[in-house]
T-cell receptor, first 117, second 114 residues
Framework: GAVVSQHPSRVICKSGTSVKIECRSL??????MFWYRQFPKQSLMLMAT?????????EQGVEKDKFLINHASLTLSTLTVTSAHPEDSSFYIC?????????????FGPGTRLTVL | AQSVAQPEDQVNVAEGNPLTVKCTYS??????LFWYVQYPNRGLQFLLK??????LVKGSYGFEAEFNKSQTSFHLKKPSALVSDSALYFC????????????FGKGNQVVVIP
């Protein structure tokens, strides 16, 4: 199947700093990329949906100025957690979707563990 | 909007015994149904999906799931569980008539006891 990578896999940062997480579709072009957040032993919560070249659509309750999403190409999306605080510590998972008239599949990255001290 | 219910928090099963993880869904249109597995500190791995056709779907690692339209269920099954099957399992549904978005259940922790 298609491969989605995330970098870094783990990051520890100090409170107040910003952290950038990259999501890449390695062998396909993604129509849309999704960013999810997951708390321990809980389900994935959709944070935002982004299409290449346009602004991301954020879910209710997600601060767009806090979680900056850039989707510069069909193979790369970035999530920047700005001025991170301990409550932002979480597991962040991206997903890339290929959508055509006959094909609709979503592939998930391995996740990034963010710990804010 | 579409939604998924996974009623149990944790499923314990002895190694070699059948494993069942329950899932019911709600959509306004025809459902696309998925099962994913997640190991600690890892992303989601696709197990299987139902789109159309046979109600019994076979997937990776010996798993299968049965689509039951009248009961709006899509339970995941494995005839003989392995210790390595211990993980977090998510059921998801996409409503093809709605917003085309994946909605996940809360997940079930499966513990296979040696």
């Amino acid at each position: 199947g298609a491969v989605v990578s995330q970098h870094p896999s783990r990051v520890i940062c100090k409170s107040g700093t910003s952290v950038k997480i990259e999501c890449r579709s390695l062998d396909f072009q993604a129509t849309t990329m999704f960013w999810y957040r997951q708390f321990p032993k809980q389900s994935l919560m959709l944070m935002a949906t982004s299409n290449e070249g346009s602004k991301a659509t954020y879910e209710q309750g997600v601060e767009k100025d806090k979680f900056l999403i850039n989707h510069a190409s069909l193979t790369l999306s970035t999530l920047t957690v700005t001025s991170a605080h301990p409550e932002d510590s979480s597991f962040y998972i991206c997903s890339a979707r290929v959508l055509t008239s006959s094909y609709n599949e979503q592939f998930f990255g391995p996740g990034t563990r963010l710990t804010v001290l | 909007a579409q939604s998924v219910a996974q009623p149990e928090d944790q499923v314990n099963v002895a190694e070699g015994n059948p494993l069942t993880v329950k899932c019911t869904y709600s959509v306004s249109g025809n459902p696309y149904l998925f099962w994913y597995v997640q190991y600690p500190n890892r992303g989601l791995q696709f197990l299987l999906k139902y789109i159309t056709g046979d109600n019994l779907v076979k997937g990776s690692y010996g798993f299968e799931a049965e689509f039951n339209k009248s009961q709006t269920s899509f339970h995941l099954k494995k005839p003989s569980a392995l210790v390595s099957d211990s993980a977090l399992y998510f059921c998801a549904v996409r409503d093809m008539r709605g917003n085309n978005r994946l909605a996940f259940g809360k997940g079930n922790q499966v513990v296979v006891i040696p």
